[in-house]
């Protein structure tokens, strides 16, 4: 067990608040990215997992405060941020009308750097490889593709920016637990090896153990447990045993 006490922290929330009307659905969150660390966030539905991720994205109103590297982050310089950043969405997210490799290049022949096509289309050839594709896939459409395959691709496109943060919302829903197991591996094997600091949000406990290091679980709007994600099984904490049995895990 490390103590990552002494890392960095990429991301820190502060008393991080979030109301709907007169829901208070975050409620003073308080948490703690460290460098490299792939965190964990489970809970059942409806408990605010998603909106977290809304708010650390910048896509809604919140109250309190959230650091990125130590630097609070506010409308002005949300740039900071985006920049370093990929996401898989739940469902993939994947444009319909762009084949494989467009979606794969988009961000990258859409930014700034202005790169040509054939460079896009190579790295989006060697990304399809990187997330155990053929390159043949490359020209077909997302709707030719399984979900599972329609997964790898979505993380292929966020990977293409190399970015150094990941965020992931319920990865493998709508997957058979075969292929569920498959991106929970792939997604461990990368962020780890390209030591990227990454948010997993999902309600299986499975996904969380295979991809993460530490893990807190929501209630109430606040971190009801938060430790190892290999100690999850073993905490005494009542709502996190009744949920982790009701899934027989
Ligand atoms: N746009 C919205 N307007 C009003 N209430 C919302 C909105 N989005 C989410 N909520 C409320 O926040 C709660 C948490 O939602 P969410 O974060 O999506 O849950 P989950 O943990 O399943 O991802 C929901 O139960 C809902 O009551
Ligand atoms: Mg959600």
Redesign the pocket.
Same mark, same amino acid.
């Given at each position: 067990m490390t103590d990552q006490s002494d890392k960095k922290i990429a991301i820190e929330t502060i008393d991080l608040l =979030?109301r709907? #009307?007169n %829901?208070i /659905?975050i409620n003073k969150l308080n948490l703690r990215i460290p460098f490299g660390t792939s965190m964990g966030i489970m809970?059942?539905?409806?408990?605010? =997992?998603? /909106?977290?991720? =809304?708010c650390i994205l910048g896509l809604?109103e919140y109250e309190g405060d959230i650091f990125y590297e130590g630097t609070l982050l506010e409308k002005k310089n949300r740039g900071i941020f985006y920049k370093n950043f990929g996401m898989l969405f739940q469902g993939s997210a994947l444009f319909d009308s762009l084949t494989v490799w467009q979606n794969i290049a988009f961000k990258l022949i859409n930014s700034a750097k202005k790169i040509s096509n054939s460079e896009a289309k190579e790295i989006a050839i060697h990304l399809l490889r990187d997330v155990g594709l053929d390159e043949n896939v490359c020209k077909l459409m997302p709707s030719e593709l399984s979900g599972g395959m329609q997964k790898r691709v979505a993380l292929a496109r966020a990977l293409a920016d190399k970015p150094s943060l990941l965020f992931f #919302? %319920?990865p493998t829903t709508g997957l058979d637990p075969l292929t569920s197991s498959s991106i929970n591996e792939l997604i461990s094997t990368i962020v780890k090896r390209d030591n990227i600091t990454s948010l997993i +949000?999902s309600?299986d406990p499975s996904s969380i153990i295979a991809i993460c290091d530490e893990v807190i679980f +929501?209630e109430d709007g606040k971190i009801g447990w938060r430790g190892k994600a290999s100690k999850m099984k073993f905490s005494n904490h009542q709502l996190l045993k009744k949920y982790l049995g009701s899934l027989q895990v």
């Amino acid at each position: 067990m490390t103590d990552q006490s002494d890392k960095k922290i990429a991301i820190e929330t502060i008393d991080l608040l =979030k109301r709907f #009307d007169n %829901e208070i /659905v975050i409620n003073k969150l308080n948490l703690r990215i460290p460098f490299g660390t792939s965190m964990g966030i489970m809970g059942p539905s409806g408990t605010g =997992k998603s /909106v977290l991720l =809304k708010c650390i994205l910048g896509l809604t109103e919140y109250e309190g405060d959230i650091f990125y590297e130590g630097t609070l982050l506010e409308k002005k310089n949300r740039g900071i941020f985006y920049k370093n950043f990929g996401m898989l969405f739940q469902g993939s997210a994947l444009f319909d009308s762009l084949t494989v490799w467009q979606n794969i290049a988009f961000k990258l022949i859409n930014s700034a750097k202005k790169i040509s096509n054939s460079e896009a289309k190579e790295i989006a050839i060697h990304l399809l490889r990187d997330v155990g594709l053929d390159e043949n896939v490359c020209k077909l459409m997302p709707s030719e593709l399984s979900g599972g395959m329609q997964k790898r691709v979505a993380l292929a496109r966020a990977l293409a920016d190399k970015p150094s943060l990941l965020f992931f #919302d %319920e990865p493998t829903t709508g997957l058979d637990p075969l292929t569920s197991s498959s991106i929970n591996e792939l997604i461990s094997t990368i962020v780890k090896r390209d030591n990227i600091t990454s948010l997993i +949000i999902s309600h299986d406990p499975s996904s969380i153990i295979a991809i993460c290091d530490e893990v807190i679980f +929501i209630e109430d709007g606040k971190i009801g447990w938060r430790g190892k994600a290999s100690k999850m099984k073993f905490s005494n904490h009542q709502l996190l045993k009744k949920y982790l049995g009701s899934l027989q895990v």
